[in-house]
């Protein structure tokens, strides 16, 4: 038996897997990745935590999905503000240690690889993946391969602009995808409503253990402020997902992350503005689902690359 | 010599080419499209203006840009406003006509082709091709290949939302990109200024025979009014742009069509917006320009579908 070792690299910590021929998990870690000194730091203490975990199994290639902007063909990664590196050459770091075949990717990139490859029907070859969590991302299979653009940088759904006048991003710009769908976006609204005086079950809830679960499972309970605000998350989807699909023609769009959690919460006014679009071949072509809820996706994408 | 013909297929005429092995228009004619009572008798018109023009050449393989939503793979065109057709079967058709290969395209997809190979360098591969005229069309070619999605949908760049709240588009929306700087917009919207007292040179010219053309003679003269139409034009691209090249971080985005004859007018405040994108790795990637001024390039991109 081979395995491929797969790593889902954030800013704060490394999830490591040893991901079987048949993509599943055999066995897995996870290791910091916050206050090391420099990348080389952050790579030893990855390595090390995945040889005692690996122990005298045989690896078959290691794959990186690093949250931040990412040089594949290279395996440099050009910016991560999250990691806090900038021009890091993570392939040869990574080579050093295990002497086989590395790979480096954007971590949507990774998530919407380890997707399609675990959730798709095979009939499927052309798909958008978004990944909808803190911030939104998102990875674009064309033709049964991930497509990564001249620079690796495709699949930037998150900061699409969807209202010039729209709310404030990180990015620095105003009205990007991501201030209406992104978790912080949302809790802070629903903390801003609830000052101001939005009639909702949520205000009996500690106002710092606010999160997108409490928001969907108050709207499940048939709290009608919660609803209209996954309603809102599936209006600025499906703007958004319209667009895509004019472009880009897919056979499906998938939503992965802790926000599609709300699943029906988002999916059902997602659809119905898709409605209002008048061309209706693509629109009616694309299949729309959520994933399945699979919090390893990116370490077994990472290690498929 | 072997020859390809290659058809534009519009909905006052279609422009037909003998086109040489060298992408060269060997000789070419045009039929009038409007007034027949259905596709077939279209067809029989162009076939016939074809078989004059071409006498005892022999062609290898016809191709046919419609502007219109087309299933390439079938040879159908499901749907063109223009021509009022819809369900036409129209490569069988040709093929009765031509007894030879025949391929169906969108005729944006057709003159985004054109554009490829016959303007760009061969290490482009992943360009974006935007087609401005009285609609706004585009073409998407990934490795090297036309990008067609899964109904032959794709690149319909003209009826991505810039704003929801914007003007009122031909296709039903509000705030489509073509409502921005689609040339019947423009024009409606110079004369509509004009009479609500706006400042200008083009206020000596006949209502009626405002162009793009003639807006661009005014800007040139120095008509500050006239050239913040061009601005205008260009932020909004600019915008778009930004947002197509976040997801599909091409090597080259190509403007044609005829409001692309404004040149500069368009590229520099379009580059100015660009430069607001905070994500400088893909936008600083793509190169920007206006295809060289091609009226057949339609018709040999049909040719070398």
């Known amino acids: 038996m081979t395995y491929r070792l797969g790593i889902d690299l954030g800013g704060t910590s490394a999830k490591i897997g040893l991901v079987s021929e048949r993509a599943k998990i055999i066995t897995h870690t996870s290791v910091p990745t916050e206050g090391f000194p420099n990348a080389a730091n952050v790579v030893d203490r990855i390595a090390s935590g995945a040889f005692r975990m690996i122990g005298k199994k045989k690896i078959k290639s290691v794959g990186v999905g690093v949250a931040g ?5 290279k395996g440099i990664v050009r910016v991560s503000p999250n990691l806090g590196w900038s021009q ?55 033709d049964g391969k991930l497509f990564s653009g001249a620079t690796g940088s495709a699949g930037e759904v998150g900061h699409m602009v969807i209202d010039e006048k729209g709310p404030l991003c990180n990015c620095g710009q105003r009205g990007c995808l991501e201030t209406y769908v992104g978790a912080p976006h949302l809790i802070n609204r629903v903390k801003r409503d609830l000052v101001q005086g939005a009639s909702s079950s949520l205000k009996q809830i500690d106002q710092n253990e606010l999160t997108p679960k409490k928001i969907s499972e108050a709207a499940l309970r048939g709290d009608v402020y919660a609803q209209n605000i996954w309603k809102n998350v599936g209006y600025y ?28 919460l988002i999916l059902l006014p997602l659809k119905e503005k898709l409605t209002q679009r008048p061309f209706r071949t693509p629109i009616q072509a694309t299949k729309i689902k959520m994933a399945d809820h699979a919090p390893d996706v990116g370490v077994i994408g990472a290690s498929l690359l």
Chains 1, 2 share one sequence.
């Open 237 to 264: 989807l499906g703007l958004a997902v319209g667009d895509l699909i004019y472009l880009l023609n897919p056979q499906m769009v998938v939503f992965t992350g802790g926000i599609a959690q709300a699943k029906n």
């Open 88 to 142: 890091v050459r993570l392939g040869e770091l990574f080579k050093k240690k295990f002497k086989t075949n590395v790979i480096i990717e954007n971590d949507a990139n990774a998530a919407a690889w380890g997707i399609y490859k675990t959730q798709v029907p095979s009939t499927i070859k052309n798909l958008i993946v978004m990944t909808l969590g803190t911030g939104v991302g998102g990875g674009i299979i064309i």
């Open 69 to 73: 902007d990412v040089d594949s063909k």
